[in-house]
């Protein structure tokens, strides 16, 4: 994929990314560095350790830390996957950004604790690299592997205000298969993703297959208003293969902007532009911040790798679950 942006953000707090540890986090908390939203400004707010910055911001370096060549994190991502590319972003850091950063992965079963994730044998993916401020710094990353924990160091010290880890999610295929029960087989953390869309201009196409339930309309996708004929639609690459039962369509929080009907269509194939699509869900009307279950309506076309979504003619949807068995 050329721009790895529009992967999954496996480090989100929203797929249950979390900072475990910061050596220093003095000036702003380290939890800031994975929060979904971006950053904000806030003129003139000061705490009692100094200006409130949205980010994670390290003390400045003295005496004893001098002998310290960086500062540092621990992340576990929320799920664990193969990382293409990571932003660096340090909005609003001006004359207190880091100079340089580098990032380090490693993968471990279960959830280890501090002390041990302190001592594992971290491997480099990202070298010492150069950083702007008040910059989206991009790096592509390749062979990065199947990782679960980062490890963020920051040259000498200073403030980020988002760490974005862009990926593929790889789940637990055999765990997944011995619960012997029905998956969600669009959700982010069996794989799913959603590879297009024909508009996204309110909410980020991926929103659709996240975990949980929505908080709010930005959690959602959502299309501008459409002007004269045609509809939107989205594309989700299921996590595998399989074959689809059930399917709920979400739209909390869309009360005047919903979509007034949306069908399912699914296929297989590599090329998305070669899939021949079939009716798995009739033309269904759609309620405003309702949550709508299709069972009966649901057409077997046995196993299929993809899913196409259309929603008339635009509007917002905050969750798609396809639920079904692995083929």
Same mark, same amino acid.
């Given at each position: 994929? #050329?721009?790895?942006?529009?992967?999954?953000?496996?480090?989100?707090?929203?797929?249950?990314?979390?900072?475990?540890?910061? +050596?220093?986090? &003095?000036? *702003?908390?380290k939890?800031?560095l994975?929060?979904?939203?971006?950053?904000? =400004?806030?003129?003139?707010?000061?705490? #009692?350790d100094?200006?409130?910055?949205?980010g994670?911001?390290?003390?400045?370096?003295?005496?004893?830390?001098?002998?310290?060549?960086?500062?540092?994190?621990?992340?576990?991502?929320?799920m664990?996957?193969?990382?293409?590319?990571?932003?660096?972003?340090?909005a609003?850091?001006?004359?207190?950004?880091?100079?340089?950063c *580098?990032?380090?992965?490693?993968?471990?079963?279960? +959830?280890?604790?501090?002390?041990?994730?302190v001592? %594992?044998?971290?491997?480099?993916?990202?070298?010492?690299?150069?950083?702007?401020?008040?910059?989206?710094?991009?790096?592509? $990353?390749?062979?990065?592997?199947?990782?679960t924990?980062?490890?963020?160091?920051?040259?000498?010290? @200073?403030?980020? *205000?988002r $760490?974005?880890?862009?990926?593929?999610?790889?789940? #637990?295929w055999?765990?997944?298969?011995?619960?012997?029960?029905?998956?969600?087989?669009?959700?982010?953390?069996n @794989?799913?993703?959603?590879?297009?869309?024909?508009?996204?201009f &309110?909410?980020h196409?991926? +929103?659709? /297959?996240m975990?949980?339930?929505?908080?709010?309309?930005?959690?959602? =996708?959502?299309?501008?208003? !459409?002007? @004269?004929?045609?509809?939107?639609?989205?594309?989700?690459?299921?996590?595998?293969?399989? !074959? /689809?039962?059930?399917?709920?369509?979400?739209?909390s929080?869309? !009360?005047?902007?919903y979509?007034?009907?949306?069908?399912?269509e699914?296929?297989? @194939? #590599?090329?998305?532009?070669?899939?021949?699509?079939?009716?798995?869900l009739?033309s269904?009307? $759609?309620?405003?911040?309702?949550?709508?279950? &299709?069972?009966?309506?649901?057409?077997?076309?046995?196993?299929?790798?993809? %899913?196409?979504?259309?929603? &008339?003619?635009?509007?917002?949807?905050?969750?798609?679950r396809?639920?079904?068995?692995? *083929?």
């Amino acid at each position: 994929m #050329d721009d790895f942006t529009e992967l999954i953000d496996l480090a989100s707090e929203q797929l249950g990314g979390a900072v475990l540890y910061a +050596n220093d986090d &003095f000036f *702003a908390a380290k939890e800031n560095l994975i929060k979904p939203y971006e950053p904000v =400004w806030k003129e003139g707010l000061y705490t #009692d350790d100094g200006k409130w910055m949205d980010g994670w911001e390290s003390r400045r370096r003295r005496s004893p830390r001098l002998d310290e060549p960086y500062d540092w994190c621990i992340i576990r991502l929320g799920m664990p996957g193969e990382i293409q590319g990571v932003v660096v972003d340090t909005a609003y850091f001006r004359g207190n950004f880091p100079s340089h950063c *580098a990032l380090d992965a490693v993968a471990v079963d279960a +959830n280890p604790g501090i002390d041990e994730l302190v001592r %594992v044998h971290w491997h480099e993916i990202l070298p010492v690299s150069e950083l702007k401020g008040d910059t989206k710094n991009h790096f592509t $990353l390749e062979n990065t592997g199947r990782q679960t924990h980062l490890r963020f160091r920051i040259y000498p010290d @200073g403030g980020v *205000a988002r $760490l974005r880890v862009h990926g593929y999610v790889t789940p #637990d295929w055999e765990a997944l298969r011995g619960r012997n029960s029905e998956i969600d087989l669009a959700a982010a953390e069996n @794989g799913g993703d959603v590879i297009a869309a024909s508009d996204e201009f &309110f909410g980020h196409r991926q +929103n659709l /297959i996240m975990p949980g339930l929505a908080q709010v309309m930005s959690d959602g =996708w959502e299309t501008r208003r !459409r002007r @004269g004929q045609g509809h939107d639609w989205c594309v989700v690459r299921l996590g595998t293969a399989g !074959r /689809i039962t059930r399917a709920i369509v979400d739209t909390s929080f869309f !009360r005047g902007n919903y979509p007034e009907s949306c069908t399912l269509e699914a296929g297989s @194939g #590599d090329d998305i532009d070669a899939v021949e699509w079939r009716e798995l869900l009739p033309s269904s009307k $759609l309620q405003p911040h309702t949550r709508h279950e &299709f069972v009966n309506e649901i057409a077997d076309v046995g196993n299929v790798t993809h %899913v196409r979504f259309n929603i &008339f003619p635009d509007g917002g949807v905050s969750r798609l679950r396809l639920f079904g068995w692995m *083929a």
